[in-house]
Structures are given as C-alpha cells and as structure tokens.
C-alpha cells in the first residue's frame, strides 16, 4: 500500500484567493495524479505529475489556474488559483503503491469550498 | 479513449443480504487492471478490490468479490453479508498500469438498510 497524507484536509476560502494542497507520500514514486471531484459527481484527472518535468495537464485545466510542483519523489503541490465558487470540489491525489504494483491509492482528500 | 459506465446511480440492499454492482468499461487494450472503490461520506478514496485483465480467475476480498468476463468487458462487484458500514458510493475504474491515470465510472451510491 502506499500512506499518503494531504493538507488541508477540508477548507473555506474567499472568492478570488489561492489556496496550495500538498500531498506527501511514505514511498518515492514516480507518478502523482491530481484529481477533482465537483460534488455529487466522479472523478475527473487534472494532471499527471512527474518529477523533474512539467506537469501533463487534461484538456479543460490549464497551469496558469491550476500550478502544480513537483519537487522530489515523495512530494507534490496543487494550487487553485483565483478561486470562484466553480472551484468548490474535492481534490485528491493518487499515486500506485510500491508494494503492491499497479495498485492506485489516494490520499484522504482535500475538500475546499469557495464563498 | 477508454470509457467506464455504470449503469445504476442508486442501489439499496438489506443488512446480511447480497448486492451486485454493474460495471462496463471499452478499451481495445488487452493488458489493464479494474479497480472498485469506495467513498464513504469522509469522502476518502477506499480501495475494495483490483483485477488484472490477464488473470481469468475473480479477485476476492473478503465479502467483496468481482465478475470478470473479458470479452464483455464486463466487472461487476458482488457484496455479500452487507453491512451498514457499507453504505457509500462505489466507483468502478480503469488503467493501464499503476503508473497511469485512472478513468472513473459515474458511480453507484449504495445504501444497506437495517
């Protein structure tokens, strides 16, 4: 399994504000998946994160709104930027487990609303 | 593109009995993994069960169980002895590998009834 943990867990933010979303991982891996859920709807990919290279973004979710870093293996941000009450999601990250090949894992999730 | 569908958007069952949950998927890939999981209201991401397409034979995980069938592309959950802890929504999913993405079905909100 892998043991991800995410920060914030839940959050209220101001209508035009950023806000950061970190997601730390116990094992080094290669990949990191952002993800959002929009309420009472699945899971849509954001972008496909990969040490030392740019982020792969999904049509529909561009750098300049959603910047994301990757700096080490263990490690990852996601920011939603210039936030609007569309922003209200749930965003999770999601990496395989190294113990358990081509098993996929997320992190508990980050539950923002913007007001 | 690979696409996931999940035909039954609520699905309700009695405490201790059985459920199945459907799931349909398109690829034209022959090596991929299927994936159920669960989102209880904390809205954490649970893993329930995993299949590789190469294997024939159903994955298992205590009361989970799935039905595979390949050339259907067919990957139905069976739960068994439902519990009330299991009420949530079940969503079924596909990948390559476990280095890439995963494609969601719209999922299956599920409600076990004392």
């Known amino acids: 399994s892998a043991v991800i943990s995410q920060k914030p867990s839940r959050d209220i933010c101001q209508r035009g504000t950023s806000l950061t979303i970190q997601c730390q991982v116990d094992?080094?891996?290669?990949?990191m998946f952002w993800y959002r859920q929009q309420p009472g709807q699945s899971l849509t990919l954001i972008a496909t994160a990969n040490q030392g290279s740019e982020a792969t973004y999904e049509s529909g979710f561009v750098i300049d709104k959603f910047p994301i870093s990757r700096p080490n293996l263990t490690f990852s941000t996601l920011t939603v930027s210039n936030m609007s009450p569309e922003d209200s999601s749930i965003y999770l990250c999601s990496v395989e487990g190294q113990t358990s090949g081509n098993t996929i894992y997320f992190g508990e999730g980050s539950w923002l609303t913007v007001v | 593109a690979q696409t996931v569908t999940q035909s039954q958007p609520e699905m309700s069952v009695q405490e201790a009995e059985t459920v199945t949950l459907s799931c349909t998927y398109d690829t034209s890939e022959n090596n991929y993994y299927l994936f159920w999981y669960k989102q209880p209201p904390s809205r954490q991401m649970i893993l329930v069960i995993r299949?590789?397409?190469?294997?024939?034979q159903n994955a298992t995980e205590n009361r989970f169980s799935v039905n595979f069938q390949k050339a259907a592309k067919s990957f139905s959950l069976k739960i068994s002895d439902s519990q009330l802890g299991d009420t949530a929504m079940y969503f079924c999913a596909f990948a390559y590998s476990g280095n890439t993405p995963l494609v969601f079905g719209k999922g299956t909100r599920l409600s076990v009834i004392a």
């Open positions: 094992s080094q891996v290669t990949m």
């Open positions: 299949q590789e397409a190469y294997k024939q």
